[in-house]
């Protein structure tokens, strides 16, 4: 079992920064792939970028690609998602997800494991 729990979320001004945590607890990230996601209001869910544990380099949907970093920090067994450049469309709650057996990264239907979720809005 893999316990997951973000922070970070806020309400920002658009052009903005803010920096995601994910840490877990029960498990380590190791042999896990993770990934964030994101769902606003009447929408589905949407994927922001995912790494599966073998890989080097993280998957970064076209919509935050060039703003969005994806980083770990091993030691602490958390991850972040650094957003720069924010924009209104970015409003949503932003989940982390961690998956034993996840190929691919994009669908979150391959995750074992959500967090609660932080919410993330950005003002005009």
């Known amino acids: 079992q893999v316990q997951l729990v973000e922070a970070g979320g806020g309400l920002v001004q658009a052009g903005s920064s803010l920096r995601l945590s994910c840490a877990a607890s029960?498990?380590?990230?190791?042999?896990?792939?993770v990934g964030w996601f994101r769902q606003a209001p009447g929408k589905e869910r949407e994927f922001v970028v995912g790494?599966?544990?073998?890989?080097?380099?993280?998957y970064y949907a076209d919509s935050v690609k060039g703003r969005f970093t994806f980083s770990t920090d091993n030691a602490k067994n958390v991850v972040y998602l650094q957003m720069n450049s924010l924009k209104p469309e970015d409003t949503a709650v932003y989940y982390c997800?961690?998956?034993?057996?996840?190929?691919?990264?994009?669908?979150?239907?391959?995750?074992?494991?959500w967090g609660q979720g932080t919410q993330v809005t950005v003002s005009s």
């Open positions: 790494i599966r544990w073998s890989a080097t380099l993280p």
């Open positions: 997800a961690a998956g034993s057996k996840t190929e691919v990264v994009s669908r979150g239907d391959e995750y074992d494991y």
């Open positions: 029960g498990r380590t990230f190791k042999q896990y792939a």
